[in-house]
């Protein structure tokens, strides 16, 4: 059984800054690419940013230049540095990353439960 857990998620006034940490824990083999995901209830999920094992990361326009990933190989951590925020980033966050397990070394994909991020003033 694997579990990812995000926490960082809230309130915050536009121009402010959050940051959103996923753990990933259970019978872990290996993880893959991880990344972070976000979905409104008018827009279907949409990819926020990704990180392979590696360190290569990959943006949607919309947050180029105002958000970071980063992730901890060690700790099996993925974290979401986002500054500058505006009211459109306001969604809810959802962690995913590629697992293979000690029962199953081929990576599958896995989600967190989602963590609300709004910007309001």
């Known amino acids: 059984q694997v579990q990812l857990v995000e926490s960082g998620g809230g309130l915050v006034q536009p121009g402010g800054s959050l940051r959103l940490s996923c753990a990933a824990s259970?019978?872990?083999?290996?993880?893959?690419?991880m990344g972070w995901y976000r979905q409104t209830p008018a827009k279907q999920r949409e990819l926020v940013a990704a990180v392979t094992r590696g360190g290569s990361t990959n943006y949607a326009d919309s947050v180029k230049g105002r958000f970071t990933i980063s992730r901890d190989n060690t700790n099996n951590t993925v974290y979401l540095q986002m500054n500058s925020l505006k009211p459109e980033d306001t969604a809810v966050f959802y962690c995913?990353?590629?697992?293979?397990?000690?029962?199953?070394?081929?990576?599958?994909?896995?989600w967190g439960r989602g963590t609300q991020v709004t910007v309001s003033s």
């Open positions: 995913n990353a590629h697992i293979g397990t000690l029962d199953f070394p081929s990576p599958r994909n896995y």
């Open positions: 259970g019978m872990i083999f290996s993880i893959d690419d």
